[in-house]
């Protein structure tokens, strides 16, 4: 049965006794309620004795004498469950918000607010398929065929009543079609001198991969809660069970008392299987549109890197071919000739083969 509990005058209890020894605040100064006493005269403040005893401990904190007897009867026990699994809800309501409240922090801190408009723009058109050959790395790529876009509208689902704030967006771009120059651009030492189009490449390619991440970061995140909150359902479910199986045990034992407190035990966990479900919707909404829209962003990723790709390599060539003809001008102002400098004269290697024919003629005369 429930533990006798007597409500006590602050007043009447002993300055140094002031303390609750459970939480160790001062007694009936905070928000666990009015101190009361046990059986065994120990005093503690009501919603932290009931948390203890509600955490299946029986016995007094300090003295560990048994203040509560497991073994009571059918409404008692119908009571004590009633009693657990609303405490419970509190604990899963409060941590909820608490989980709520970091989110939006943790968002505030992010730099951005609350948009909902992160799915606008080119999310629910049919993109370009990609090529078989996109490059894994930064190898010459093979430009795409072009296919011409299935345009349709996107699809837009209802949002529950309650839908969590949305970590600041990044924007998706349109890109342009891939694009190849028939001649280097001019290259020089300076960078300021990079083609617009290689800058735009390199730019789209950096969005596109920051916003991948920032994608996957929340679909991280939102599995987490929503794992969460499946967990918290599961166990609104077996609630259900239990308390269609004591309303079955109370139906049995003909006692009407027993009956209409089953009878509310029903009420009261359909209720948080009500509340847990709309939780767990809550949730997988958003979650399930994330993980629906990784796919295009990924293929936009692709794309980006394909025409990032494209733009290097041309830039590249340009670098090689103002390189290659600095060495050439360097070499050929190795061989120019000064006015002051005497210049290469024009040989006929037959005249060395001449010499050296007449060089082995004397010797031979000589002997």
Known sequence: MPPQLTRVDVSSIPVDQRTCAICQDDLGGGENGEPVKTACNHIFDRECVQ????????????????????????????????????????????????????????????????????????????????????????????????HSPIGRPASRRQSPPRRLPLPPPHRYHSFPRYRLHSTPPQVSSSSSNTSAAMQHAEATYINTLSTL???????????????????????????????????????QSDDQESIDLALAMQESVTILL???????????????????????ASERLDRARLEFAMEREVFMRGVRSARGAREERGSQQLFEVDDDEEAWEPYDPRDFELITNEMITIPCNMM
């Open 213 to 251: 991440r920032s994608l996957d970061t929340r679909i991280i995140n939102q599995a987490r809660l929503s794992y969460e909150a499946n967990v918290v359902k599961h166990d609104a479910e077996r609630n259900v069970q239990l308390a269609f199986q004591e309303l079955q045990r109370a139906v």
């Open 274 to 296: 009500d509340d847990a479900h709309n939780a767990m919707s809550q949730y997988s909404t958003p979650l399930r549109e994330w993980m629906e829209e990784r796919p295009r």
């Open 51 to 146: 948390r203890w005893l509600d955490a299946d401990h029986t016995n007094c904190p300090i003295c560990r004498e048994e203040i509560r007897n497991v073994t009571g009867g059918v409404r008692e026990a119908a009571r004590d469950r009633i009693r657990q699994i609303n405490n419970a809800a509190r604990r899963v309501r409060d941590r909820a918000v608490e989980e709520r409240e970091q989110m939006m922090q943790a968002q505030a801190d992010y730099g951005g607010g609350n948009e909902d408009d992160h799915l606008e723009g080119n999310v629910g058109e049919e993109l370009e398929p990609m090529p078989l050959d996109v490059p894994g790395s930064f190898s010459t790529p093979t430009p795409p065929r072009h």
